[in-house]
């Protein structure tokens, strides 16, 4: 089994429906991210959580909300979905400190018509 | 605030050329640096890291080398593969106030033909 595992792997979805994606890790990393990567413009942060009663914005947390409902597990939430919001999102993990690097799932890619 | 600048793509190379993508970062402190590396249809994988200046990482033929005088951290390659085409990004974390978060450059696509 993967050490981060996103669900669904694809999704596709109408403007204004309430989703979830959810992340789970067996890395046993106190440390969670939320990020969204569209074309041209990289990685950008939306949540993070560094345990299970931190929870903190990003860069681009407008319409996003998060849930961190145990160490292993990070779900991310669209309350209402708007077609901008279509693109690749990824879970990651990392160990305390800043030496070691994430752990990335391989992704959700989300598409709102 | 603490960033990183990578050299725009995409980035076509023949089999066997060498292979160099700039890296250069802002950064208030010690950061650590990284390369990921994203495949078609993946996540981003830790290619490789350097915590502290001049430290070099390698990892699969690749290198990078920690240079504080002139904030960079160029990745290298000697000789790529049609397999070596990918994504790449780099990356600092441990900047400003010692912030856990790692700030990615925008990435640079590579693409090697046979």
């Known amino acids: 089994d993967a050490d981060v595992t996103q669900t669904p792997r694809n999704r596709i979805t109408k403007t204004g429906k309430r989703i979830m994606l959810e992340c789970s890790q067996t890395?046993?990393?106190?440390?969670m991210y939320w990020y969204r990567q569209d074309p041209g413009l990289g990685l950008r942060l939306i949540y993070y959580?560094?345990?299970?009663?931190?929870?903190n914005k990003g860069e681009i947390s407008d319409g996003y909300s998060v849930s961190r409902q145990a160490q292993a597990k990070f779900s991310l939430s669209l309350e209402s979905a708007i077609p901008n919001q279509t693109a690749l999102y990824f879970c990651?993990?990392?160990?305390?400190?800043?030496?070691?690097?994430?752990?990335f799932g391989s992704g959700t890619r989300l598409t709102v018509v | 605030g603490d960033s990183v600048t990578q050299m725009e793509g995409p980035v076509t190379l023949s089999e066997e050329a060498f292979l160099t993508i700039n890296c250069t970062y802002t950064?208030?402190?010690?950061?650590?640096l990284f390369w990921y590396v994203q495949y078609p249809g993946e996540g981003l994988q830790l290619l490789l890291k350097?915590?502290?200046?001049?430290d070099k990482g390698s990892n699969k033929g690749f290198e990078a080398t920690y240079r504080k005088e002139t904030t960079s951290f160029h990745l290298e390659k000697g000789s790529v593969q049609v397999s070596d085409s990918a994504v790449y990004f780099c990356?600092?974390?441990?900047?400003?106030?010692?912030?856990?978060?790692?700030?990615f450059g925008k990435g640079t696509k590579l693409t090697v033909n046979p």
């Open positions: 990651a993990t990392s160990d305390r400190g800043w030496t070691s690097g994430y752990t």
């Open positions: 890395k046993g990393h106190d440390r």
């Open positions: 959580s560094f345990d299970v009663k931190d929870i």
């Open positions: 950064a208030t402190g010690y950061p650590s």
């Open positions: 350097a915590t502290k200046a001049d």
């Open positions: 990356a600092l974390s441990g900047g400003q106030g010692g912030s856990e978060k790692l700030v």
